[in-house]
């Protein structure tokens, strides 16, 4: 199984290569948000070192969120393009899970986390591979809330930690601990992982959809307008 993963959804882009088992090429990039103009050379500069050609890939994966709607949007349509392009299923992978999948931790509670903006995080909870807490978008006490109860020992990760950081610490005390920087972002080489493992649940290039915890900003505005409006 030779398979192409790629992630766009928040702010690093990232791709790898998984051939028959093992990370064969990983690459990651902190570049603004530039992903619609990066994430497609950074793909064919993947299968250049890889050594493998589009022809070859079985299995396309994508992180489809929680995380940035532009960002997400990209990566689902550049997976969706080469799905229909070379008439093969990809996988839709989790970003938070994804993102916990790439640290290493015994018996701590796992919490990826992502700056949703306007004061809330996209987040979930996860322990020696299992799901604690399903992905939400939460105001950081409301999330801090509902994982205080499921441990004692807690490991954040994320591009949220490094907005609420602080906030964290005085909640949680010497109960938290934060991954180290070169951790602390979604690891292309996870999506690769975890779409591996899920590879039974592939689907075709129309299936593929973006996973979104709450509407587009442009939405939200609109219902809002549209309400006043109507008193």
């Known amino acids: 199984m030779i398979i192409l993963a790629i992630d766009t959804s928040g702010p690093v882009a990232g791709v790898s290569v998984w051939c028959d088992g093992a990370i064969r090429y990983e690459a990651a990039a902190v570049n603004k948000m530039t992903h ?6 950074m793909v064919e500069e993947a299968l250049l070192r890889a050594g493998v050609t589009k022809e070859q890939l079985t ?5 489809v ?17 080469l799905s229909h392009a ?12 994804a993102t916990a999948a790439g640290l290493e931790a015994q018996d701590e509670i796992v919490c990826p986390i992502q ?16 799901r604690l807490l399903d992905d939400c978008v939460l105001k950081l006490p409301e999330y801090l809330d509902k994982i205080s109860p499921l441990g ?9 930690v490094a907005v609420y950081r602080q906030q964290i610490a005085d909640c949680l005390g010497d109960r938290v601990r934060f991954a180290a920087a070169p951790c602390a972002y979604l690891r292309p080489a996870a999506v690769a992982a975890l779409a591996a493992r899920d ?9 593929l959809q973006p996973l979104y915890l709450r509407a587009p900003q442009a939405e939200r505005e609109r219902a809002a307008r549209e309400a006043k409006q109507h008193g």
Request: with cysteine; proline share 4%.
């Open 199 to 207: 590879a039974d649940k592939a689907v075709d290039y129309l299936t």
């Open 36 to 41: 619609s103009e990066n994430i497609m050379p």
């Open 65 to 81: 969120g929680p995380g940035s709607f532009t960002g997400v949007r990209i990566g689902v349509t550049a997976v969706k393009a």
């Open 115 to 130: 700056d949703a903006r306007v004061q809330q995080v996209y987040g979930a909870a996860f322990c020696n591979g299992k």
């Open 86 to 97: 070379l008439g093969i299923p990809c996988v839709a992978v989790d970003a938070l899970e």
């Open 59 to 63: 299995l396309l994966a994508v992180t």
């Open 152 to 160: 004692e020992r807690f490991l954040f990760t994320g591009d949220g």
